[in-house]
């Protein structure tokens, strides 16, 4: 058994370092931290490759006395705290000691420091951990910490990094939560070379957030202004104008630090609770103030997790605040003009999609369209909630057999096979027909529609009953559609009158840097200066959809892409597909049904939608004419 022995501190620094400095944000975080908590009122913030070749952190605060420049680099020495009992009363970001310590650990740093109390400041480099030169120089009051080659003495840490892309995106998240966080401070971001964006130096929290965020955004805030009993609550919440598909556009302080907490994220949204659709979420800038007792910072390293004395009480209030703000006046959803679409280009698109010269007479602005014109008849009754069933016309029947289950707690499963019928007396007109043998679904007869939501079908032997979910059944069918334009790369364009779409940086970022997936997804992007981009044209599966929504959607979902799980992050974004879909409530004709109807029949899976809800149920005679205690078991 080997022996206990004490580690040697280059050892003990890098294991710290491991807690504490997790990637380049986190380097950013803890540099900008110290600047703040040194009173300094500009900051700029300067990377380069995501951070891994530079980080650079400018200040003009206080500085740094020369005779504790060396001592700033130490394990567990700081100047903001004394003893433990100031760790009930802290006012300050930092307060561990461990931050510039694990930072010179992995990396090669440079600081040139100067208070206002010298003449000429101090510049210090430290590789791994140990001093390598100081010298004095002529600097400005403040501080500027310059961190080169991260990792370099740590390989493994090195291979784990992400993509420079990435890693930026990463850094610029934290640098805009830091600047949202102190709106009397200017923070100056600059990117390879490139100014990203410049925040004002006021006292004006919504200047600030206008500063880094895009119109739509700002336009939709609602102030939040919440005293309550034991924590008081300011900000901004977005009405239900405004939401995305991610949580990274809420961010909350406690106490003018930046951290996560998941209980406040449900909580916020459980103000909302069912005003806004399913899997999206609104953007949120809370600042809580409470009493530093009764929250305790001190729970990782990282310093952005945080546990409340009384999170209960706490929870509710922020519920509280979020509610009054939301319904502080009418909450109604804005109507707003959704992106006219140009007539379809002859050279890109299919005439025949979207056909819709058999709906003149529709009812509902989300009227079923067919991939083909059928040759079917307009149906003369307006509002159809029960059809006739016309017996003038012998049909020879030929039904197939079910091939599949359905497996849904609330669907009885389809276990019994289909017989062959043929030159059956039934005279209904059929409205699934069977072009061939090995289809998955059978020969149905519509009856009606329940509730403008399920299409309710009989089988010709009429001993079953089959509910069909409109919306679902045109999710499967979009979806399909889709996909298959997307894996053989012949996706149908439809050109659109050009939008531009403004943007934050952040998303900028993310938007230009895959250009080739929108281009593969049938998305036209151009940069348009200034964080906008112009769009040109899109899918015509997205041809009647908000273009901002469609957008934002395969935007949210391109921000979780790594190498390993592309694929996984495309199918997200083609599953989306089906935002234009016929809703539950909307009223179809019953032409629009049969031509829903089959198109669903020609889907490989028409059971289930992408999301795995089903699309068919089925009932048998035995079965109803059970729960009617017709037959007693």
Known sequence: MAAIHLLDNETINKIAAGEVIESPKSIVKELVENSIDADADEITVEIRNGGKSLIRITDNGRG????????AFQRHCTSKINSSEDLNSLF???????????????????????????????????????????????????????????????PARKKFLKSDISESGNINEIVVSLALSKENISFKYINNNMVAFRTPKTNNFINTISSLYEKDLYNSLRKVDYAGSIVNI??????????????????????????????????IEAAYNTLLPKNKYPACFLKLEIEPALVDVNVHPAKTEVRFQNEEAVMN?????????????????????????????KNTVNTNIFDSSFLEDKKSENSYKPDK??????????????????????????????????EEEKALPVKESFLTYKNTEFKQETFIETESKGKSLPELSVIGILMDTYIICENFQKDKMFMIDQHAAHERINYEKFLKQYNSADILIQEIIPEVINLSYDDYQTAMSNGSIFERLGISIENFGNNAILINNIPTIFKDSNLKDVFYSILDSLKEITKSNLDFILEKIIKNACVKSVKAGDKLHMSEVRALLKDLEMTENPYTCPHGRPVIIQMTKYEIEKMFERIQS
């Open 64 to 71: 740094i006395e020369r005779d504790q420049a060396e001592s």
């Open 92 to 154: 300050t970001l930092g307060f561990r000691g461990e931050a510039l310590a694990s930072i010179a650990a992995v990396s090669r740093v440079e600081v040139i420091t100067r208070t206002s109390d010298d003449t000429y400041g101090i510049k210090m480099v430290i590789e791994g951990g140990a001093v390598i030169s100081k010298e004095d120089v002529g600097c400005p009051v403040g501080t500027t910490i310059t961190v080169t080659d991260l990792f370099y003495n740590v």
């Open 234 to 267: 300011t900000g901004y919440t977005t009405d239900l104008n405004y939401y995305r598909g991610n949580r990274k556009q809420q961010i909350v302080f406690v106490n003018g630090r930046v951290i996560k907490h998941k209980r406040i994220n449900y909580y």
């Open 317 to 345: 209030e922020v519920k509280k605040a979020i509610y009054s703000a939301l319904h502080s006046a009418s909450i109604m959803k804005e109507v707003k003009k959704e992106t006219i679409l140009g007539e379809p280009s």
């Open 373 to 406: 014109t059928y040759d079917i008849h307009k149906e003369a009754i307006e509002n159809i909630k029960f059809t006739e069933i016309d017996f003038s016309d012998k049909n020879t029947i030929e039904n197939n057999i079910f091939e599949e289950a359905i």
